[in-house]
């Protein structure tokens, strides 16, 4: 019997869930692209994670974390999973997961060799749809393999397309559209089109799996699900989960193993099972009587083989459904379960979307919403458990107990978080979310919320006050920017939520103090903080000690924690409005950020007009590194400008923040900017760049010979293209110069992308700075923008015109190309290919192509936010 749902929209959907009425995203597509050579499955004595579990052993051993899978779904526990795997009657083996290079294969380090799309989603899943293109001739693994290795950092990948396996258009367009008929009753469509000039077959295996918890000799979590079945019709039973039903039309075979580890086939023992992991594999493709003939296990598909004539397409009919809701509806149900999801997901997104977007810039907010919320993934890491083993598997080698990650025995971790890349990145990265949530607030400010919240419960945040930076090295730090994101998305979602402002400011009060306990080693309020998520932007590598006997002030950590200590002030003084006891927490991030603001000033060189690192060997004169790079931009970033109104009732604040200015007037300059604005109000700038400061660095990062590009401003000045910083240090020579693609120097951790390309964090970053000094100023300071031009313009301007540069990068232009694909001609001109977007990790400097995690829609789908931003600003 089906359950009718009084549900209208994808609002409604949204509030239902939100007061936990139904639980909408209780499914969604939480099964990564990619789960092995991950940390987590990494028992090796050395750390060598992409060696240990490589893509070769995938099919055929059992995750012990993560599972993964092609347009994958699963429950936010990860108890069954659910996805498609292809065969093209021509590979070696099935499509079951997405290939790409380790980082020790790619000469710019570790890379998908696929294409696909994530082209809808909304945030109840309740519409989404995944696009793949499959090759119909054998997919070159070995050919992408042999060649990227003979390839040097100074030349590029070799990519997919350059092997020829898309020729003449002899591929598969494979889509998987889904729509909920209830929070777990799911619809899914499978279209296949033969792109190519010949008639073709293609198998297509709709697959449903448990995750296996039984094999490890956990007390309590040793029982074994099952899955049975026969024809169109597999039934999964499940000790804590239930029963799920997968009905499919059509005569498809259906076909039974077990997720267990071939042991046989990869170290020649006996194994759990008869019918391993790859039994459908081996099945398929060899013909091989490796599944089994009981009909039943706890991994199964239903084989369809579809013959296509050129240019034509067949469809697969699927239900994924809770038999308590379930319907075996695959007809006019169905049909309309589809057309209503699509029709709401079309109502929802239109009413995001401002007046005046053009259909292009739709696109590009629909498609970085699609992507992150695919990029929502089921994350399981227990670390104190992965030190010390399990009681089934032979116990880890002792090495492991002072190696990666050691000192997180607390961090336990079974939550769906939102990840930078379900491919290169299925972990989550603490920096990376805080962005995201920034975009994602736009569409599900609660589950924005719930993931800036999560990094900082006791289950993930060190006890010392450290929010974990990412599965390679939780210890590493990067920049902290949660209290900016939570300010942020408290706005967005309307500035009401006031239990949640105040439950994050105790977290990151905690994250705030560990900073300064740890990374301001004599006191002196100027910081440290490693490499700080800018890799080699550098002439050395920043996270490892110095080549010489000293310390690395940094500007680029002093800027974030004068900017910590602002974001902190200010929510501390938005608490206060409504707790009068938060006034004295205020004043004291109001001091902090004066006093750190103040010792910046010995991080400003006066020769080059700029903020740059030093080097302080012993007691002798700092050593200024005089590279012009975004790590001098980002004292910009501590900026926020008060409005009078906005605090002026809150008494013991107001005459603390005088006190200080009349007691310590040598802080004047970065906290005693004051003007009267248009409107009257009294307007007060607090600034880690001072006045006299601004203008320097405006007419550096202005001018189009250094920061500024058509795509946004570059990481690196381009001044360094044709003068790369050098210093000598210690008998030791170290240069950094300007790259503006992949770095080719391998400085840091062997994988190095930053030196010169455009990035997307900073880059909202600074608008968002310009923004906040063009508020104060408005119209009374303007810049030459570009530098040189003789055109002026304040800051505001500044800023809009910087986002729509960026904006451009995804848009086709009058010649009808996107900067976003460069110079490769299908994603330009092809009409099935060119309007499909990805969301890159970063962009060339000079000619704005996309580069890096080629399916990166976590911080670059900011592109959506400045999109919709501009109506804000026009509403203001």
Known sequence: MVHE????????????????????????????????????????????????FPHEHARSRTYRWNEDGMAGICDDGQHFCFALALWNGQDPILKERMFGLTGPEGNHGEDVKEYWWYEDSTPTHSRMSWRYHYPQTAFPYAELVEVNARRGRHEPEFE????????????????????????????????????????????????????????????????????????????????????????????????????????????????????????????????????????????????????VPAGQSRQIRLRLAQPAEASTDLGTGFTKVMDDRQAEADAFFADLVPSGTTEEEARVVRGAIAGLMWGKQFYRYDVGQWLSGDRTTPAPPDERLTGR???????????????????????????????????????????????LLLLTREWYMHPDGRIPAYEWAFGDVNPPVHGWAALRVFDLDGGADFDFLERVFHKLMLNFTWWVNRKDADGSNVFEGGFLGLDNIGPFDRSAPLPVDGRLEQSDGTG??????????????????????????????????????????????????????????????????????????????????????????????????NWFLRHKPEYAAVVGENRISRTGDRHRLLSMVTMDQLAPIMSRMLDEAEFLSPYGLRSISRVHAAEPFVVDLD??????????????????????????????????LLIGALHQFGDFLEDSATFEYPTGSGVRRDL???????????????????????PL????????????????????????????????????????????????????RRQR
């Not at 898309?166 to 889509?175: G, K, N």
């Not at 006996?270 to 398929?284: E, F, L, Q």
């Not at 004295?584 to 400003?604: C, G, M, N, P, R």
Request: proline content about 5%; overall charge negative.
């Open 5 to 52: 749902y009084d549900v209208t929209s994808e609002k409604d959907r949204l509030a239902q869930a939100d007061s936990g009425e139904l639980p909408w995203r209780a499914w969604g597509p939480y099964l990564s692209e990619r789960a092995w050579g991950t940390v987590r499955e990494d028992y090796s004595a050395t750390g060598e994670a992409w060696t240990y």
């Open 160 to 307: 997919l397309l350059d092997t020829g396996a898309f020729a003449d258009d002899r591929y598969w367009s494979v889509t998987a559209d889904y729509a909920k008929a209830s929070p777990t009753d799911m619809c899914i469509l499978v279209t296949v089109a033969n792109r190519g000039p010949d008639a073709a077959t293609i198998h297509v295996l709709p697959t449903l799996w448990f995750r296996n918890t039984w094999a490890w000799g956990r007390p309590g979590h040793d029982d074994v699900p099952t899955i049975t079945g026969r024809g169109g019709r597999l039934t999964a039973e499940h000790a804590r989960l239930g029963t799920v039903e997968l009905v499919g039309d059509g005569a498809p075979t259906a076909l039974f193993c077990d997720n267990e580890t071939n042991t046989q086939r990869l170290w020649n023992v006996p194994g759990r099972s008869a019918y391993p992991k790859d039994g459908i594999n081996d099945h398929v493709v060899h013909g091989a009587a490796t599944v089994n003939p009981a009909m039943t296990g706890t991994k199964a598909a239903l084989h369809y083989v579809l013959d």
């Open 405 to 451: 990650n050691r000192s997180w025995w607390q961090l336990a971790a079974a939550d769906v978080i939102s990840m930078p890349d379900p491919w290169e990145y299925p972990w989550f990265a603490a920096w990376d979310l805080a962005f995201h949530c920034v975009a994602i607030a736009r569409v599900d400010p609660a589950f924005a919320k719930q993931q």
């Open 560 to 657: 974030w924690m004068a900017m910590y200590a602002a974001n902190l002030l200010e929510i501390a003084a938005r608490l206060a409005a409504r707790h009068p006891v938060y006034q004295d927490v205020a004043t004291k991030f109001f001091e902090h950020f004066a006093y750190i603001s103040a010792s910046a000033q010995s991080l400003w060189s006066d020769k080059d007009r700029f903020h740059c690192d030093t080097i302080r060997v012993g007691g002798g004169e700092p050593i200024p590194l005089r590279v012009y790079s975004i790590v001098g931009l980002v004292p910009l970033l501590a900026t926020v400008t008060w409005r009078e109104g906005t605090f002026g009732h809150q008494r013991e604040l107001v005459e603390r923040f």
């Open 731 to 764: 008998g030791r020579r170290f240069s950094v110069g300007y790259e503006p693609a992949e770095s080719t120097t391998g400085a840091f951790g062997g994988n190095s992308n930053w030196r010169g390309p455009v990035w997307m964090p900073v880059n909202y």
């Open 796 to 818: 505001n301007e500044i800023a809009a015109d910087l986002s729509e540069r960026i904006i451009g990068i995804f848009l086709r232009g009058a010649d009808g190309r996107r």
């Open 821 to 872: 694909y460069g110079g490769t001609e299908l994603l330009q001109t092809h009409p099935d290919w060119r309007d499909r977007l990805i969301y890159p990790e970063y962009f060339h400097g000079d000619n704005g192509a996309g580069l890096g995690a080629s399916h990166q829609t976590g911080w670059t789908a900011l592109v959506a936010d400045l999109i919709l931003g501009r109506a804000d």
